[in-house]
Structures are given as structure tokens and as C-alpha cells.
């Protein structure tokens, strides 16, 4: 999972779950509504988990189509969801549930599987328990075959997610030569979409900024790593069909001359 990546904290697993024994379970129909939005999510019935958002939750994804490539993106799945507690906020109730979950690992390229705790915010409109989740991308594209290789390094676009101020773009870094490789994608690296350019967010923010990517990356020969770059947006893109072009460099191949830049395949993201 991409830090679509959702920000949840993440337990791998192995083939199977231990389950702590569990304090009596919160009930309510706040509850109720945490862990039907999880299960339909996890079922994969979009229609309704987006239905259950709040109206402010359903405005920052803007419609059924972007919530639901967030989730189909990462192949997220729910086996089980249990709920550990409820408290009150302000005007507000906040769930705490276990999800045990299967995702894809756009790093690994391989389905895997793993616990996390999340919170959910519920509120009551209009007579209804909605749900109001957020930390999450309005909108997850996954192109295929942008690659860039010069000599034994590649670059590999892995997914795109869009916030409202930025664009995070998972790459994945692999060394197939005989010697160190290292990258320096917080150099000169650049995107463009026809109308604009966009850098990449400079910030010790490790949420925000990947810190390997950003102190320098030195591939052996026969490794990879999987990071994300976020390049600052002015504002939110909508949903207009886009073609992005991705500049990654500079790279240095141990011994070589002179750095060299890695220019991606062209992605073509489709209208909404």
C-alpha cells in the first residue's frame, strides 16, 4: 500500500493473524457505521462506502468514480474488521477499529497482508451516522509501462495520487548493472502536464518528503527501492484528461563521467 499511503499504522503479518483477546466491543450506531464503511470498502462495494461519507468527504473526492480508484489502486480488501473503541470529539464520534487486510505492494509488486488500527470519524446529519474520512488522495491513477533506462539503472512510474497542493508519484529505482548506482531525484527532476511544471516539495517533513530519496539513494548492483516523490501543485487539478511527462535526475553510475537523467514514458491520465 502507498502512503494512498494511507496513513495508518501497518503490522505485516504472516499467514495468519493473531488475535489478541478483545475488551468489551464499543456498540452504538456510530460504531455501526465505522464498520459498515469498512466492510463495504473492503468488499468492494464503492457505491456504498461513498454514500456513507459526509457531504464534506464526497465534495473532497468529487465524485464515485476518484473515491473508488483510491481503493482499486492499492487492491485494498477487508477480511475482518473489528472495533476497539468509541469516544466523543466535538460534535463528533471517533471509532477505532482493527482491519485485517490485503493490499498490493506497488513496491514489491505482490499482493500482501497486514493489520492496521484506524480511527473514523462519524458524524450525525440530517438523522444518518456519516463518515468522515480523510488522509487519503481524492484520486489514484496507475499507468502502465512508463520506464526509463540508460545503462544498467531504470526508473519505473509505479502510481500517481493526487492531493490538492500535490501530486505524489511512486518510482521504483533498480540497478541492473555491475556497479553503484546513485540518485539524486531532488536535483533537476521536473513534471509536466502541457499547462504547467511541477518540483518536487522540499521539505524535512519525512511524511511529505521520501528522506532516502532526498539525502541521495546508492543502488548496489541488483537493488531496488520503491519511494515517492510529491511535486507542489498551485492548486487542486480536476479531472480533465492530462498527459504527464516525468523528468528523473540526475543519476551518477559509478566511474562514469557525467550524470545522466532519466526521461519517462508519457503518461496519459484519462477524464473523469
Known sequence: MTRAVIA????????AFARPALAAAPQGPAVDAA???VRA???????KAYGMLTPQSQRYFGNLPNFASVWIADRFRCARVDALRLET???????TVREEIAYFNHGTQRDAHGIVTAGYTIVRIGGRYRVN??????????PKGSVAQ??????????????????EVTLTFENDGNSFVTFLPYGRS?????????HPLRTRDWFLTDRQLFLGLRLAADARYTGQLNFLVERRLDDRARFFSLVVAPALEEGADRPVEFDLQPIAVPAR
Open 150 to 167: 540508460r545503462g544498467g539503472a531504470k526508473v519505473m512510474v509505479r502510481e500517481l495520487a493526487f492531493y490538492p497542493r500535490r501530486l
Open 89 to 95: 470529539a466535538r460534535e463528533a464520534q471517533v471509532v
Open 133 to 142: 474520512d480523510g488522509g487519503h488522495p481524492y484520486r489514484t491513477f496507475v
Open 8 to 15: 495508518w499504522a501497518l503490522l505485516l503479518a504472516g499467514p
Open 35 to 37: 464498520l459498515g464503511y
Open 190 to 198: 521536473v513534471v509536466h502536464d502541457g499547462a504547467a511544471t511541477y
Open 41 to 47: 470498502l473492503g468488499g468492494g462495494d464503492y457505491a
